[in-house]
């Protein structure tokens, strides 16, 4: 069974950057697409990007894009998010989920997810 772990969450200022990885356990790695979705609190859970089995396909929000960047490793069957020039609106949890099938911005074609990342950004 799958298992995915999110680290790296933290508090930080605007403007700042920060990375987040999710370690993939239970399967084979390479055979799933990543994704990276967010909440904050009352909120809709949101898509913030995406990275294909192989990694040389990704997709991003328009929120994000430019700022945010998706990678993969997987030998070490992890996926990164990193994000730069953060922004206020940035706060919310962050999840890492997978799909056999393609990259979706819909949370509901996602099967597996991790337990979530607080990222927490002032102003």
């Known amino acids: 069974q799958v298992q995915l772990v999110e680290s790296g969450g933290g508090l930080v200022q605007a403007g700042d950057s920060l990375r987040l990885s999710c370690a993939h356990s239970?399967?084979?790695?390479?055979?799933?697409?990543m994704a990276w979705f967010r909440q904050a609190p009352g909120k809709e859970r949101e898509f913030v990007g995406g990275i294909s089995w192989r990694g040389k396909s990704t997709n991003y929000a328009d929120s994000v894009k430019g700022r945010f960047t998706i990678s993969r490793d997987n030998a070490k069957n992890t996926v990164s998010l990193q994000m730069n020039s953060l922004k206020p609106e940035d706060t919310a949890v962050y999840y890492c989920a997978a799909d056999r099938w393609r990259i979706s911005s819909s949370s509901l074609e996602y099967a597996y997810w991790g337990q979530g990342t607080q990222v927490t950004v002032s102003s």
């Open positions: 239970g399967s084979t790695f390479s055979l799933y697409n």
